[in-house]
């Protein structure tokens, strides 16, 4: 997966910027480009060391730069104008994963080679939590029925991704890793004991876990979900719930059914934390490492579906809590 990402960083130094102007943001003495358009959100910083960089994405922002290779919105391109990267010149980054345009939440990038390559070697150990707010009165009978019971009250949802073809596929022996539906919707289809027939070149297998968050704050027309996959294919949150049924789509999703947009086009989708396992090391033993990072709720959700970040963060602790109580005295 490295070589990709790697491949990113000569993606931005063909690239040229355009309609460039100075900012304030972070280290802007340092900085001689701005490529954020002004009708987007900053970007924030949530954890910086010689290693690792923590970023809060919000919505509207590409990762990496876009198929057509454009940077106005990318924010890898606008942290490397800031300087924020690691090297001699401030600007080497290589994103470990990537969040959907319209959704926002936390992105870590690393700033050497060595610190990028031994997380991504461990990357299915690395824990990932996402919110979600789906509509309550037609989701929950729904998402139960496509769901399987795993425990202590968490529901698991299984689908199959359906890699598309290119138009060429069809005349000529080309790689489906290759072609993967970029710039396309994702299909996912159901899947049934039945479906393993269906696990080739053009079908992965994708699952995650659920269970609703009981915030008293939260308008009654809406569902909070917390979210946990070791996985990462693109759109798989979104295709994976909206597959569940009419109406399972998550708020703001235009592009997998949701009939009503959300007033910044965003989709409710909220990377909130990521967790490295303890078996990552980066730089000496002595150093003290963070290891878990977390992204605060974007403020829409206050204003269009009562969201108080503050209680799902009370509630989220009480629930690792009783958890973390859970699991030492099933060791016992």
């Known amino acids: 997966m490295?070589?990709?990402?790697?491949?990113?960083?000569?993606?931005?130094?063909?690239?040229?910027?355009?309609?460039?102007?100075?900012?304030?943001?972070?280290?802007?003495?340092?900085?001689s480009h701005d490529v954020r358009p002004?009708?987007?959100?900053?970007?924030?910083?949530?954890?910086?060391?010689?290693?690792?960089?923590?970023v809060h994405k919000p919505a509207g922002w590409h990762a990496v730069p876009n198929q057509n290779g454009s940077d106005i919105k990318c924010l890898l391109t606008f942290l490397k104008s800031e300087k924020l990267?690691?090297?001699?010149?401030?600007?080497?980054?290589?994103?470990?994963?990537?969040?959907?345009?319209?959704?926002?939440?936390?992105?870590?990038?690393?700033k050497t080679s060595k610190a990028?390559?031994?997380?991504?070697?461990?990357?299915k150990q690395v824990r990932k939590t996402y919110l979600c707010v789906l509509d309550r009165d037609k989701t929950a009978k729904q998402l139960q029925s496509a769901s399987t019971y795993v425990d202590d009250g968490w529901m698991e949802v299984i689908g199959l991704l359906r890699r598309k073809r290119t138009r060429h596929d069809d005349n000529e022996n080309t790689s489906h890793s290759s072609v993967i539906n970029k710039g396309w919707s994702v299909n996912m289809l159901p899947y049934r004991d039945s479906s393993t027939k269906f696990l080739d070149s053009d079908h992965r297998l994708c699952r995650l876990r659920w269970r609703p968050i009981n915030d008293a704050t939260l308008d009654c027309r809406y569902q909070l979900l917390l979210v946990e996959t070791d996985q990462g294919a693109r759109h798989m949150i979104r295709a994976l719930l909206s597959q569940c049924g009419s109406g399972s789509w998550l708020a703001g999703d235009l592009r997998y059914g949701s009939a009503t947009p959300l007033p910044d086009q965003s989709v409710a989708l909220h990377a909130r934390s990521l967790t490295l396992p303890p078996s990552i090391r980066l730089g000496s033993e002595n150093d003290c490492m963070q290891r878990t990072f977390v992204s605060s709720i974007p403020k829409l959700w206050g204003n269009c579906f009562g969201v108080d970040d503050e209680k799902v963060n009370e509630w989220l602790e009480f629930f690792t809590t009783n958890q973390r109580l859970r699991n030492n005295a099933h060791a016992l």
């Open 2 to 31: 490295l070589p990709s990402l790697l491949s990113f960083e000569r993606q931005i130094r063909s690239s040229q910027f355009q309609g460039v102007r100075s900012v304030s943001f972070g280290r802007s003495k340092r900085a």
């Open 116 to 123: 990028a390559s031994r997380i991504q070697s461990q990357w």
């Open 38 to 54: 002004s009708v987007l959100e900053p970007p924030s910083i949530l954890y910086e060391s010689n290693h690792l960089l923590a």
């Open 85 to 110: 990267g690691g090297g001699s010149l401030s600007n080497f980054l290589i994103p470990l994963h990537r969040i959907d345009q319209p959704c926002t939440g936390i992105i870590i990038f690393g």
